[in-house]
């Protein structure tokens, strides 16, 4: 039978910024709440806060409404929430009670608190579930749970592309759980009089790089998410367009069919009887600030309030999106370098983003000759470059091959070439964009090689001049390029978004395990 002693409490628990001193900065409502203060043998631990009166409903009894009322046969339940501020070790934490965190001020809580509890508390083969946001093609958020402990390699986590938001894990002894994201959720045998020596251990925990042992690669990327450090990041990405930073632009933040659209504006317009509204072929920032901002100054409910609007091939509105959303931003704040991506901030590992610099830079240039684009967009482009050398390019753009038993399908290259070099063309965009080119690469590379069904559709696609002698006979990937071309109109070497880079890294690591020799190339405006 269980004591006092050994029972355990499941808590809830917030470290709150040093700047925040007064429990009505932290709790809003305190001075709304009954309030207790709660002492210890040391003296003041804290002060407990408790709001009552809160009455809920079961949502199932709706489905009941014709015949009673929730009041009538007395569904409703009353409850309680409570949150206890603690002051220790010149830190203040909050404990909440009954779901009481909404309670609490957000912009006072030290986001990823609870993470790096327990990423130091768990152990590297001990977890048991695990919260994450992939950001690969697009961004996919996923939990994954296992039945018993594990190591993170069992969660198919990515250290490169993946973010992990939460863990659940088990100590080193495998006696407690805990999880951990801002708080820290775990179940203790802890008491009034044991509960401050138990938060000075979490706040040791905190302060701990035991972590960077086991998982150290989980500072790489992670998700800002404290809204005060996003609003200094938000001000200085508002200096950076005012001065025109290079370290800043505009980019299609999603995959879209070209041959359907007809193009973008920086206004919402309506084609008229005779003639459709005046389209631009891309986005640009320079363009943008030129025609739309005529204020002296923008702010971010400004970037956030201006779209982008995007036509159909009929000029009629078919997709927008805030220009902030379309913003990409690689800034340096204090010791750190942060990224703007969709909408969100990412902060990054200075040594992480040295490694995906370095790996980018040395991505060889293909000697693959590419006339500029001009105008064109990218299926005319691709038409293009095929119809002036017959003899040199094979048109293969937009002819898809099933795979899968016909469930999905998949382009070879949008232009293969002699001397075996498998051309994959997109027009310069947002991360998602190029990433969705990279993944392209990939799939087509490793079905080349791996499945005579997808080599023999592949035939029955090339000109004759190109086609392979016999396709039953696996080809040598090192007598083939995969390169990697993308129309961009920014003057100088072909630079794309960072986590770009992240991904062609993935793709070019896997090309090259075939042995593929893989390459990038800039396709110029003029």
């Excluded at 050994?6 to 709790?27: E, N, P």
């Excluded at 009894?61 to 206890?84: G, H, Y």
């Excluded at 990423?119 to 579930?129: D, M, P, V, Y």
């Excluded at 008229?272 to 923008?298: C, F, K, M, Q, Y």
Aim: glycine fraction near 6%; hydrophobic fraction near 35%.
């Amino acid at each position: 039978m269980s004591t006092l002693e050994d029972k355990k409490y499941k808590l809830s628990i917030y470290l709150i910024k040093d700047s925040y001193i007064d429990d009505a900065l932290i709790v809003p409502k305190s001075g709304e709440m009954k309030s207790y203060e709660i002492n210890d043998e040391e003296g003041l631990l804290g002060t407990l806060y408790i709001k009552t009166g809160y009455s809920t409903v079961p949502k199932w009894a709706n489905f009941f409404s014709d015949i009673f009322t929730a009041k009538e046969i007395k569904l409703e339940t009353k409850s309680a929430r409570a949150v206890l501020i603690v002051s220790t070790e010149g830190r203040k934490l909050c404990l909440t009670f009954g779901h009481a965190h909404f309670l609490i001020e957000p912009l006072a809580i030290v986001r990823n608190f609870g993470l790096k509890v327990a990423l130091n508390i768990g152990g590297e083969t001990s977890l048991r579930a695990v919260d994450k946001t992939s950001l690969d093609v697009v961004e996919i958020q996923s939990k994954e749970q296992s039945s018993r402990e594990v190591g993170i390699s069992n969660f198919d986590f990515d250290f490169e592309t993946d973010i992990l938001k939460s863990i659940t894990a088990k100590d080193e002894g495998g006696t407690v759980t805990l999880s951990g994201r801002d708080s820290v959720s775990v179940g203790a045998a802890v008491r009034l009089d044991t509960l401050r020596a138990y938060l000075v251990n979490i706040l040791t925990k905190y302060e701990s790089h035991e972590y960077k042992k086991k998982f150290s690669w989980v500072d790489n990327i992670a998700t800002e998410r404290d809204k005060f450090l996003i609003g200094r990041l938000d001000q200085l990405l508002i200096e950076k367009i005012v001065t025109r930073d290079p370290c800043v632009w505009l980019a299609i933040p999603e995959v879209i069919i070209w041959e359907d659209i007809s193009g973008f504006t920086y206004k919402k317009t309506r084609k008229t009887l005779h003639s459709g509204p005046a389209v631009r072929s891309d986005i640009n920032l320079d363009t943008w600030l030129a025609e739309i901002v005529h204020a002296p100054e923008i702010d971010i409910d400004y970037l956030k309030r201006k779209r982008i609007y995007l036509y159909d091939i009929d000029y009629e509105p078919y997709k927008n999106w805030p220009v902030y959303h379309c913003l990409n931003a690689e800034v340096d704040l204090g010791d750190k370098k942060y990224i703007l991506n969709d909408g969100s901030w990412y902060a990054l590992n200075s040594d992480f983003v040295t490694g995906i610099n370095d790996f980018y830079e040395k991505i060889d240039d293909s000697e693959v000759e590419l006339p500029p684009y001009g105008t064109r967009k990218e299926p005319e482009y691709n038409e293009y470059v095929a119809n002036s050398n017959v003899e040199y390019f094979c048109l293969m753009d937009r002819k898809l091959i099933m795979i899968g038993g016909g469930r999905s399908s998949v382009e070879f290259c949008d232009l293969f070439c002699k001397g075996n070099k498998i051309i994959h063309v997109k027009k310069y965009g947002g991360s998602s964009v190029l990433s969705h080119l990279f993944q392209q690469g990939v799939v087509s590379g490793e079905l080349f090689i791996s499945d005579a069904d997808f080599r023999r559709k592949v035939n029955n696609k090339l000109n004759d001049n190109f086609q392979l002698a016999d396709v039953e006979i696996r080809p040598n990937p090192s007598e083939y390029e995969v390169c990697y071309a993308i129309m961009s109109e920014v003057p100088g070497e072909l630079q794309i978004p960072f986590f770009s880079k992240v991904v062609i890294k993935t793709a070019v690591k896997r090309l090259q395990a075939y042995g593929y020799k893989v390459t990038k190339k800039k396709i110029s405006i003029s």
